[in-house]
């Protein structure tokens, strides 16, 4: 059985960081792709950062400069570093394992954490 577990979540001012992690069990996170989601209530889901197998990362236009994907296999954890952080980051954040298309689209399989809320506010 397949369990992700996001932590690091929390209440934090405009202009400050977090750090997400999550680790997981049931599944081994080396030869996969990995992604971070976010999601409002009454909005989609939406990919904001992913990292291949092999360390490459991408992110939504959104957060590029400001977040960080890494990934340590040897503690099948991928973290999320935020930093600048505004209330328009404010979401449920999500982890998820997924793999990459030939054209370099990222696919999000059906494992899913419970998310850890993260909330940008003065």
């Known amino acids: 059985q397949v369990q992700l577990v996001e932590s690091g979540g929390g209440l934090v001012q405009p202009g400050g960081s977090l750090r997400l992690s999550c680790a997981a069990s049931?599944?081994?996170?080396?030869?996969?792709?990995l992604g971070w989601y976010r999601q409002a209530p009454g909005k989609e889901r939406e990919l904001v950062a992913r990292?291949?197998?092999?360390?490459?990362?991408n992110y939504a236009d959104s957060v590029v400069g400001r977040f960080t994907i890494s990934r340590d296999n040897a503690k099948n954890t991928v973290y999320l570093q935020m930093n600048t952080l505004k209330p328009e980051d404010t979401d449920v954040y999500y982890c998820?394992?997924?793999?990459?298309?030939?054209?370099?689209?990222?696919?999000?399989?059906?494992?899913w954490g419970q998310g850890t809320q993260v909330t940008v506010s003065s």
């Open positions: 998820n394992v997924g793999r990459l298309t030939s054209d370099d689209r990222y696919i999000p399989r059906d494992y």
């Open positions: 049931g599944i081994s996170f080396r030869n996969n792709a």
């Open positions: 990292i291949t197998s092999g360390g490459n990362t």
